[in-house]
């Protein structure tokens, strides 16, 4: 361990960047989707021709819901039929509800300046407003609605296509091994490592991966990896790519042996002499005449493969079945009183309300006819008083599906004022109710989300358990919200992120429980859109994931998207560019 060159301070500045990487939450940049647009149908403002349409796009902030322009498709001269060429491309998040606003105009030839103002000139011609989920979410990715926004007067139709960027997509695999790497310690030789960062728009580096410690040689053989061809470079393949190596040390003060840059257009060549990198120590190199390098470092192997993406198999016609239960025990407090969790508020939603509402406004895009079957577990049912946990929340035992999300907050109203909260607290039966329609469709068609909304004391912790590592080999994922104050440490370990649940000594095969609790969420200004909104966010991130984990681990492959679509009496001959 050199400590000679440089001092303490160097070397934990450079290690600052090192200690803090987790490479499971290496943030991987986002999905980019591409955006078609064609409408049908338009109205004709023209007198003596048809109009010549454009379409503008808005987004909408999460925080402020101001509408901002994102970008525009050219203008199309004389049709009422228009394919726009332009194409949007915007980043993808599950998790985030993201609004659009599609406005069109006819464009006056005369105006003179469209950069300025697309209204005043131009005649308005209708305008749809929807999300990227219901896009993406809808048949092949395909949706088409009526334009509005002119009272009295039909608009024509939009029709909106989504396609993953392919880049997306790439997973590459690579073996490095270096030569001749510098000497760091006085006993015994370097423990080499190497860390790789992609370069950002603003010339900052992020960190993507780092490789093991290879002990004690100088000629380390590290193993391959695979990494998304996204986290490496964003899908630019001349963006730099730096490398810097390590010698590692216990304390964590690993020593910077040097460092070279490459770009994933030249890893993509393969073992090549181009391939072969010089590592380079700056500080040496100034100090040393006769300096050459610190060793070199060669890319022994280099593939890439196509990973199926959650939004794969979503195209392909995979549907999300969503399922609500809701926690009926007595510990949340008399419905009737202010101090209720479940407190029927008549001017604001209560927490279990507005937790159910957040993160199903959001997996309804997902669900093609918006029927979710709802379930209360911990009361006493009228007439007899049994105790239930499962019950229909629209009291209809043959049929507990409620229309959309608003159904769903009807029939939980319509349940606080005909059961009796009571108790023990059980889990399992609502996760073994779902666990059997998951194991009913295994082969990809169906994934099955089960929102639990409860206070947190459970009282069935070791059936639970095994109810969730059974669900683990099922099409399901869990998400458990916590209302109040109580202490969730249970709702913690069943959430499996630090250590895997098991039960009876087997492991659950694949994490498939989010917990979250409702008060970290509620923000003081009581600003609860965008606290909802980060709530959704965070349960719903891990979901694509679980997903495609659940279809690797299957050998599912996701069905091909039907073929694209040619709105009707449309043949290509016509089209005006």
Same mark, same amino acid.
């Given at each position: ?20 990487? #987790? ?18 149908? @338009? ?12 379409? $503008? ?23 009422? =039929? ?20 599609? #406005? %069109? ?17 131009? *005649? ?7 999300? @990227? ?16 926004? +002119?009272?009295?007067?039909?608009? /024509?139709?939009?029709? @909106? ?40 728009? #603003? ?28 986290? %490496? ?23 910077? +042996? ?8 030249? !890893?993509?060549? /393969? ?27 060669? @890319? %022994? ?19 999300? =079945?969503?399922?609500?239960?809701? #926690? ?36 309804? *895009? ?8 709802? !379930?209360?577990?911990?009361?006493? !049912?009228?007439?007899?008083?049994? $105790? ?6 629209? /009291? ?8 959309? +999300?608003?159904? +769903? &907050? ?15 607290? =059980? ?61 969730? *440490? ?32 509620? *923000?003081?200004?009581? =600003?609860?859109? &965008? ?37 009707? /009496? ?8």
């Amino acid at each position: 361990m050199e400590m000679m060159e440089g001092g303490v301070m160097e070397k934990l500045e450079d290690m600052s960047s090192v200690y803090d990487f #987790d490479p499971i939450t290496g943030n991987i940049p986002a999905t980019k989707v591409e955006i078609t647009v064609s409408c049908r149908n @338009l109205l004709d403002k023209d007198t003596f021709s048809k109009s010549d349409p454009l379409c $503008v796009l808005y987004t909408q902030g999460i925080e402020t819901k101001q509408w901002r322009e994102f970008g525009r498709t050219e203008v199309i001269d004389n049709t009422l =039929n228009p394919d726009f060429v332009r194409k949007y491309i915007l980043d993808y998040f599950f998790e985030e509800k993201q609004n659009l606003r599609f #406005d %069109l105009y006819d464009v006056d030839s005369k105006s003179p300046d469209l950069s300025k103002h697309p209204t005043e000139f131009n *005649d308005f011609l209708g305008q749809m407003v929807c999300t @990227l989920g219901e896009i993406v979410g809808s048949p092949a990715s395909r949706l088409e609605k009526p334009l509005g926004g +002119i009272p009295g007067k039909k608009c /024509g139709t939009i029709i @909106l296509s989504a396609e993953e960027l392919s880049n997306c997509r790439d997973s590459a695999t690579m073996q490095f091994c270096a030569n001749k790497l510098d000497k760091k310690d006085f006993f015994g030789k370097s423990d080499p490592f190497m860390v790789f960062y992609r370069s950002n728009e #603003d010339g900052t580096f992020t960190i993507c991966h780092k490789t093991e410690v290879v002990k004690n040689t100088l000629n380390p053989v590290w193993q391959p990896f695979t990494i998304p061809v996204r986290a %490496l470079c964003n899908g630019d393949y001349d963006r730099t790519i730096k490398v810097e190596v390590y010698d590692w040390d216990r304390d964590g003060s690993h020593d910077f +042996i040097g460092d070279f840059t490459t770009s994933y257009r030249e !890893l993509a060549r /393969g073992q090549s002499q181009f391939n072969v990198y010089e590592v380079i120590n700056t500080k040496k190199k100034l100090k040393k005449k006769k300096y050459v390098n610190s060793g070199t470092v060669t @890319l %022994l192997s280099f593939s890439v493969e196509s990973e199926f993406t959650f939004l794969d198999y979503i195209k392909g016609g995979t549907q999300i =079945n969503f399922t609500v239960a809701i #926690d009926f025990t007595a510990s949340n407090g008399n419905p009737s009183q202010s101090t209720s969790l479940h407190y029927m508020n008549p001017y604001q939603l209560n927490a279990y309300a507005m937790a159910l509402k957040a993160v199903g406004e959001i997996i309804q *895009d997902y669900d093609s006819d918006k029927m979710f079957p709802a !379930l209360g577990f911990g009361a006493k !049912l009228p007439p007899d008083g049994r $105790v239930s946990h499962e019950f229909p929340l629209n /009291g209809n035992m043959e049929n507990p599906y409620c229309n959309g +999300i608003e159904g +769903i &907050l009807e029939a939980y109203h319509r349940s606080l004022r005909t059961v009796q909260l009571y108790g023990p607290t =059980n889990f399992a039966p609502v996760v073994n109710h779902v666990a059997r329609y998951a194991a009913a469709v295994q082969d990809g068609s169906q994934y099955f989300v089960l929102l639990i909304i409860t206070d947190g004391v459970i009282s069935d912790m070791a059936q639970t358990k095994e109810a969730i590592v059974n669900g683990a080999k099922l099409p399901m994922s869990i998400i458990i919200v916590g209302v109040g104050q109580a202490e969730f *440490d249970a709702m913690v370990e069943l959430d499996g992120d630090d250590i895997r649940v098991s039960s009876r000594g087997k492991l659950a095969e694949r994490d498939i429980v989010q917990f979250v609790p409702f008060r970290d969420y509620m *923000d003081r200004t009581g =600003n609860h859109v &965008l606290s909802m909104a980060r709530l959704a966010k965070d349960v719903l991130a891990e979901i694509p994931d679980q997903f495609i984990s659940y279809m690797k681990s299957r050998g599912i492959k996701p069905n091909p998207a039907p073929p694209p679509y040619t709105p009707p /009496g449309h043949t290509h001959h016509h089209t005006q560019i």
